[in-house]
């Protein structure tokens, strides 16, 4: 019988990445950015969400890239936003092909193909990532809605601080 430190440890190892699944996603990340700089005039490309503030858990998908627009690739801020999402999602598809793409709400997903089995394994290989287009706002940047047919401000350096000052705020609370 497992004592509750080795019951944790590996519950915990069954949750966080390892290294083998760390060089994957920095592997897929940088060749779909280094791709998206080729096809369009950025600004900017970075990591947002759960995996840049390293809490994604197994198994690693929807791993988010912000690409920010810039000033020649204004055109799309003045189109209906499924243009740039079907643009996004055809230079994607140029990588890893038409059926690898597809379009969300709000980004052009790359699955690539990896199955998760019923423990969460996937061989150490990153399930998915999501590429969102963006144009900076000056602090903030728009990013395209499909659905409602917007451009929608948001933030995710805000939204990263407001994370982490709401897990530390949890976590002074849980050790008093």
């Avoid at 998206?36 to 950025?42: G, T």
């Avoid at 061989?123 to 590429?131: A, G």
Wanted: charged letters at 35%.
């Amino acid at each position: 019988m497992l004592t509750v430190e080795e019951a944790f440890r590996k519950f915990r190892s069954r949750l966080e990445l390892n290294e083998r699944e760390q060089k994957n996603a920095s592997k897929r990340h940088n060749e779909i950015r280094e791709h998206m700089r080729k096809k369009f005039a950025l600004d900017d490309d970075f990591l947002t969400g759960s995996y840049r503030r390293h809490t994604k858990t197994k198994p690693l998908k929807d791993v988010d890239i912000f690409c920010v627009l810039s000033e020649k690739e204004k055109h799309f801020r003045s189109e209906h936003p499924l243009k740039v999402l079907q643009a996004f999602e055809k230079a994607l598809a140029e990588l890893y092909g038409k059926e690898a793409v597809s379009l969300q709400r709000r980004s052009a997903e790359v699955d690539f193909g990896v199955v998760v089995d019923v423990d969460d394994n996937t061989d150490y290989r990153v399930v998915s990532m999501d590429v969102v287009p963006a144009f900076a706002l000056g602090e903030d940047y728009e990013i395209p809605d499909k659905d409602s047919g917007k451009w929608i401000t948001t933030n995710p350096t805000v939204h990263e601080r407001a994370s982490v000052t709401h897990d530390r705020g949890l976590i002074e609370r849980a050790s008093d």
